[in-house]
């Protein structure tokens, strides 16, 4: 077959399902939840990718706003490394050079991405097989950022690290200026505003899902850190003009 290249997004979830042809996903934005026959579930996000294989059985979950690069291909497309790594392991590491290729893909017109898909989808393969090794740190942001509703005390996230609570705080403040749990608020709140913005979730269930304990605390640390509640964030997002 011959492999295509685009840019999708995802509503909701999708049953289980499978096709002929091998697919990589590749996050541009938000997630994906991926339930692969065999293999179990894996949550991709923008540090991780997914090797859907030839009548692999699979269905899958999106968060609001998500966007994937997808490519569609036979298998004789794939390196032996990537084809390997995909049997043994739900997720594949988006290393760099991947990550700078699918924002290339995102910013290039629809007919052009076309026209040239093939010399990108050789590239973006290769690509998956460069191997650079990612700190404890950057992997525990990428945990993090995949789950912020998990349970991130700061004794958590260093112990994830392999760092002291006084070390973990200086590599916040380095790359963010913030304390972890400012930043942990913060990328909470992000979403929410996603979630606000592009579904009709109820507020509750929006707080509870970003790792809020309930409504009030969502209200609370938004109007706090933002000066608008949930409910008048959304109204705004929808006033036309």
Not at 37 to 49: F, N, P, V
Not at 51 to 58: E, I, W
Request: charged fraction near 20%; glycine fraction near 6%.
């Amino acid at each position: 077959m011959t492999p295509r290249l685009a840019i999708k997004s995802y509503e909701g979830e999708h049953r289980p399902h499978a096709h002929a042809f091998a697919q990589l996903v590749l996050p541009i934005q938000g997630g994906m939840q991926l339930e692969l026959e065999g293999r179990g579930e894996t949550r991709l996000h923008t540090g991780l990718a997914a090797l859907v294989t030839p009548d692999c059985g699979h269905a899958q979950l999106s968060a609001p706003d998500s966007r994937f690069l997808v490519i569609d291909c036979a298998t004789d497309w794939l390196p032996a490394r990537t084809l390997d790594q995909a049997l043994r392991q739900p997720g594949l590491p988006i290393p760099p050079a991947a990550r700078q290729l699918i924002t290339f893909a995102e910013l290039t017109p629809a007919a052009a991405l076309t026209q040239h898909a093939s010399e990108l989808i050789r590239l973006l393969l290769h690509s998956l097989t460069i191997t650079v090794p990612a700190s404890a740190f950057e992997l525990l942001l990428a945990r993090v950022e995949a789950q912020p509703a998990g349970d991130w005390t700061n004794a958590a996230m260093a112990n994830l690290a392999g760092v002291g609570l006084s070390r973990l705080h200086l590599l916040f403040h380095e790359r963010f200026g913030q304390t972890p749990q400012a930043w942990l608020t913060d990328l909470r709140l992000r979403q929410a505003q996603r979630w606000l913005g592009d579904s009709r979730l109820p507020i509750v269930e929006i707080a509870l899902r970003v790792g809020f304990s309930d409504q009030a605390a969502l209200t609370r640390a938004m109007t706090r850190r933002q000066g608008i509640s949930p409910a008048a964030w959304r109204r705004s997002q929808r006033t036309p003009g």
